[in-house]
């Protein structure tokens, strides 16, 4: 399994989507190392082999951007357990 964090230089939400990546991976019980990624890219953005946890799309364009949609818990977990985010229900973490 391939975990990314994708961020921004000085990210404003980056120790929030760090804690909720590092306690997802404590809750399942996971030993995965995260890569993290500073750059030109929607901030902060999780990837599961290559796919936002968000959107479900493989890594898209390279922009810097503040993200409205910050990874969540759920879907973070969803993710990790191989299902699909959006079939999880919202508060179920």
Do not use: K, Q
């Not at 750059?39 to 993200?67: F, H, K, Q």
């Amino acid at each position: 399994m391939n975990v990314e964090l994708l961020l921004t230089p000085n990210c404003p939400n980056a120790s929030a989507a760090r804690a909720v990546l590092a306690d997802s991976l404590r809750r399942l019980g996971l030993p995965v190392r995260v890569h993290e990624r500073v750059g030109d890219y929607p901030s902060p953005t999780i990837l599961v082999d290559g796919v936002d946890v968000m959107t479900e799309a493989e890594e898209g364009p390279r922009v810097a951007a503040c993200r409205l949609d910050v990874p969540t818990t759920e879907r973070v977990l969803a993710a990790l357990r191989g299902g699909s985010p959006s079939s999880t229900s919202e508060g179920a973490a």
